[in-house]
C-alpha cells in the first residue's frame, strides 16, 4: 500500500521560503547552479523526484560549477572546525593513526597538485584506510577519468546530505 502524502520532512522542504530552502541546499551542495536547478523544480511530490533532480543537475555540471561544488568540501582528514557535517562525514579519519594523517595530507596535496581540486570521495562509511587507498588509485587518472568519478562521488554526497535534510527537524 503505497501513501499518497508528501513524507513530513520533504512537506517542510517543499514549505520553506525561497532563500531559506537556497540556504538549505546551497549546503548540501555548494554549487550555485545545482542549488538553483533543485530549488526551481520545487515543490517535490516524493523524495525519490528530489534525489533524481539532484542526480540530474550534478550530470549535467560544467567543469566550472563542479568546482564550484567541490571548492565547499574540506580535504579528507581535516574537516572544517565546527562544522558536525565534515566532521560526521569523515569519522573515518577521527581514529586514525598520526602516521596514517600524516599520509593523507601528503597525498591529497599531490592529488590537489595534479588535478587543481580537492580529492572528493564519498567519506560517509569509509575508513581511513579505505580512503587512502583510494587517492594512491584515483591519483593515476587522467583528469577526464577522475572529473566523472569526482561526478559520481559528489552525487553520492547530495543524496545522503539530501537524505539528511529531510530528516532534520
Excluded at 520532512?9 to 554549487?31: D, I, K, P, W, Y
Excluded at 539532484?54 to 549535467?60: Q, R
Aim: hydrophobic letters at 35%; aromatic letters at 4%.
Amino acid at each position: 500500500m503505497t501513501s499518497t502524502s508528501t513524507p513530513p520532512g520533504l512537506a517542510r522542504f517543499n514549505a520553506l521560503e525561497e532563500h531559506a530552502a537556497f540556504t538549505a541546499l546551497h549546503e548540501v551542495c555548494a554549487s550555485t547552479v545545482w542549488t538553483k536547478r533543485l530549488l526551481a523544480a520545487r515543490p517535490y511530490a516524493e523524495p525519490e523526484r528530489l534525489y533524481a533532480e539532484s542526480d540530474a543537475a550534478t550530470a549535467g555540471l560544467g567543469a566550472d560549477d563542479l568546482g564550484e561544488a567541490m571548492a565547499g568540501h574540506p580535504p579528507i582528514g581535516r574537516p572544517k572546525p565546527g562544522d558536525p557535517t565534515s566532521a560526521r562525514e569523515q569519522s573515518g579519519m577521527s581514529g586514525a593513526s598520526d602516521g596514517l594523517r600524516a599520509e593523507m595530507l601528503e597525498l591529497n596535496l599531490a592529488y590537489q597538485e595534479r588535478f587543481g581540486h580537492v580529492f572528493l570521495i564519498c567519506a560517509t562509511g569509509r575508513t581511513g584506510e579505505q580512503m587512502r587507498d583510494a587517492v594512491k588509485e584515483r591519483i593515476g587518472h587522467s583528469p577526464e577519468q577522475e572529473r566523472e568519478i569526482v561526478r559520481a562521488e559528489l552525487g553520492l554526497i547530495n543524496r545522503i546530505r539530501l537524505a539528511r535534510l529531510l530528516e532534520e527537524d
